[in-house]
């Protein structure tokens, strides 16, 4: 959504938003002087408001509302639910527009899950979110096998333990920290409307997302493993926004050690080129699950690569 503004020259102003009662304090327009405009992002049905403060030179202040709506094709609560996933487990979802789209992520890279873990295996899942991998997850590596999930959204990880503990499972530990290339931390934002918004300041899609900053602590994969002795992988799953590269990083001596497949969500042609060349010294093959085309090393799969999201599997 674009918004013109039509200000004297001698006015500064910030642009916020609101969305529903929440207001977000992050500015997606700051220090602007004279006429402008603001572009939105917002990725979740619900009632918006654009909110300019501004400031005149002569001393004067104000805040200038203006109310807009993104509609969904039907009502949808912002009340949190539980919702049957293919008919095998339930997950919880904070808002309606996450558990209409609860069934709708990612067939084919499920499948492609089914068909590398095994029955007693240790399977990481990285950007677990609300559990839509950890979940198939621990049906397929069974009580004899363990899932350990990153999650650096808290709202997320709230829901995923209600959703891990409320069907039974002990054989899985959830970290709320971001994975990345160093130890301390990160500014991640926060959409309180969509919980498929969760980034840190390491990823290229950050300054366009709106919503709230949070520090998150941020550990390498490396060091986990060696801390907190969790099993070897046999499989990773890694979705994080386009920071999917500074997690490889972090993970290389786990990965020289131990080979795990990898199931990789690829955010742009930039964040794959970046990936996929940490990967090369380590002999993975790399497939894209929608098109089946396989490389031996990143130079040849990233030829022609279209830059938008794919779903890679290495082997």
Known sequence: DLFQIDAPADVTWDAFVRYEAIVFTV??????????????????????????????SSGERGLAVCPFAIVAGSALSLAPQRVRVDGKYDVWAPTGWDAMHVNQYERSALAAVAKHVRPGAAAYDVGANLGLYTMPLLQLVGPAGFVYSFELNPVCVHFLQATVRGAGHTNCSIFPVALGEADG??????????????????????????????????????????????????????????AEAMVVTGMEGTLARHRPVLLLELHGRGAALATLARLDRFGYTIEDLESSRRADESAAFLDGLPDRPIQVLCL
């Open 185 to 242: 931390s990160l500014t991640a934002t926060i959409n309180y409307g969509s919980t498929a918004l969760g980034i840190t300041s390491e990823s290229a899609f950050f300054a366009a997302k709106l919503g709230c900053h949070v520090t998150v602590p941020c550990v390498r994969l490396d060091r986990v493993v060696e801390q907190f002795a969790t099993r070897a992988p046999d499989f990773i799953k890694i979705d994080v926004e386009g």
């Open 27 to 56: 500015p997606v327009v700051t220090g602007q002087r004279g006429s402008g405009s603001v572009r939105v992002f917002a990725e979740s049905p619900g009632a918006y408001q654009a909110q300019i403060s501004w400031a005149s």
